[in-house]
Structures are given as structure tokens and as C-alpha cells.
């Protein structure tokens, strides 16, 4: 009988037991940094009792129909912006539930060692998507390179430049393939996690770089019906610690600042 017992008990452990009671959920994320925090929030997240799958995406379009679509159940590699482009533009019921990093966008250039380098009627490639051209307009304004109209908002276009002292020529591409457009133009716009797969770095190579504000935090995102379950808590609560936030700014040494 206390044999039994203890076997019952032991049942009764085993049950309740973190390992068994663990919940995994596949979180979609574009490669470079965004996956090596998540990969560094895994352990603190397994803690309690959340298994994170990392996916990743080659582009900033399928995370978020992968995500509509139930295929993962949260993705970490956008912004404010973007998502509300994309739930505008395709009805996405999907949201933010918590803030992560912001990446400041630079221009690169091989050609040229400054901005002032840059001759007049230069190539000057920009991202190709609303959220991330228009961000790249505006960088170019704040810095004094063009004007825009004045209620633009943060998802300007080409044809809303309203003086173009330079003449420069403006050539979109997919924001992925920004590194590889470098050799072709006089100077490009890069996304931070783009320019760091490439061997750039965003805090020393730019000859132009975004101030660090605004609206550009990225942010997790999940599906309108998952916002209060359980699960999205310990995501977000894993990934805003001490611990995360140290690793950011020792891994990243300012390319990557903690935007919670």
C-alpha cells in the first residue's frame, strides 16, 4: 500500500511538473538580431514553463501572413508603422503587446567616406516597402538632403519631395537586398539588421545615420484573439528584463538600443 502510494505521488509530481506543463509557440523573426535576442530570451522564457520556436523570414512581408494566418503564433521584426500599414492595407487582426529594440536606419556608402562625398545627381537606393521608404525619405530630410511636403507623415514617397537641391535619383529596392544594391549606387539606405548581416556596422560605417526616436521601436506582435492568453505575459515579460537588456547593449554596442 505506501508503494502505491508513493507511485501515486510520484504521478502527481510528474503531472504538475514544469517540464510537463510547458506550452510552445512558434514566433516568427527576420535573421540577425531580432533572432539572437529571442534566442537569448528562450532560457528565461523556458523558466517559466514557455517554449519559444524560433522561424525565420527572409523579408519583412511573410511574418505577418504567417501570423495572420495561425502558422506562428507571434513574430518580433517590425514597427509601429509597418504594422499599421500592413493591417491597412491587407486587414490583419493583429497587435502590438510589447515594445524591443529600435535599429536607427543608415546610409552606407562604398564609393564615398561622407555625406558631403556624394555628388550631385547620385544614385541613392531606398527601401522599396511604404513604412521603411518613407522612413528613408525622412532621414534624408531631417539631415538637410531634401524637402517634403509638410503633411506627409511617416510614409512619404518619391513624389512627395518637394525640393531636390542634389538631384538625386532615387532607385527602390526590396529592403533585404539593400547591401547588395551598395555597389550599383552611390550610396544606400539600410535597415540595421540588414547592414549587420552584410558585415556592416551601424554605428561606425554609416555617413548617415537616423536619430534614435520616434516611432521606429520595434515591437512583438500576435494575433488580436491571443492578446491576453497567458502565454503572451511571459513572452513579454521574458523579454523585458535586466538580463535582455544587458545582452543588448553588449552584444550590439549601440546598433542596437532597448526601446522598452
Not at 551598395?182 to 539606405?189: C, E, M, P
Not at 535582455?244 to 522598452?260: C, D, H, R, S, Y
Request: no cysteine.
Amino acid at each position: 500500500m505506501l508503494l502505491r502510494s508513493i507511485f501515486a505521488l510520484a504521478g502527481v509530481v510528474a503531472i504538475w511538473s514544469p517540464a510537463a506543463a510547458a506550452e510552445t509557440i512558434k514566433i516568427g523573426v527576420t535573421p540577425g538580431p531580432h533572432a539572437q535576442i529571442l534566442e537569448a530570451v528562450k532560457p528565461i522564457a523556458a523558466k517559466s514553463g514557455l517554449e519559444l520556436q524560433l522561424i525565420e523570414f527572409s523579408d519583412y512581408v511573410v511574418p505577418n501572413a504567417a501570423l495572420d494566418a495561425g502558422d506562428i503564433q507571434a513574430n518580433s521584426f517590425q514597427n509601429q508603422p509597418y504594422l499599421d500599414n500592413q493591417k491597412a492595407d491587407r486587414g490583419y487582426k493583429i497587435e502590438q503587446v510589447g515594445l524591443t529594440v529600435n535599429f536607427p536606419i543608415g546610409v552606407y556608402s562604398r564609393k564615398h567616406k561622407s555625406w558631403a562625398d556624394v555628388p550631385d545627381g547620385a544614385k541613392v537606393s531606398i527601401p522599396n516597402d511604404p513604412t521603411n521608404g518613407g522612413r528613408a525619405l525622412l532621414l534624408l530630410r531631417d539631415k538637410g538632403a531634401i524637402k517634403l511636403k509638410s503633411d506627409v507623415g511617416f510614409k512619404p514617397t518619391v513624389i512627395d519631395i518637394t525640393d531636390n537641391p542634389r538631384k538625386l535619383k532615387f532607385v527602390e529596392v526590396d529592403a533585404a537586398q539593400a547591401p547588395r544594391a551598395l555597389d550599383d549606387v552611390d550610396a544606400a539606405v539600410i535597415n540595421t539588421n540588414y547592414a549587420t548581416q552584410a558585415g556592416l556596422d551601424p554605428v561606425k560605417d554609416p555617413i548617415l545615420r537616423e536619430d534614435p526616436k520616434g516611432p521606429y521601436v520595434n515591437l512583438i506582435a500576435v494575433r488580436s484573439a491571443d492578446k491576453d492568453k497567458p502565454w503572451v505575459k511571459i513572452l513579454v515579460d521574458s523579454y523585458h528584463t535586466p538580463e535582455i537588456k544587458e545582452f543588448v547593449q553588449t552584444k550590439f554596442k549601440g546598433a542596437v538600443l532597448p526601446g522598452w
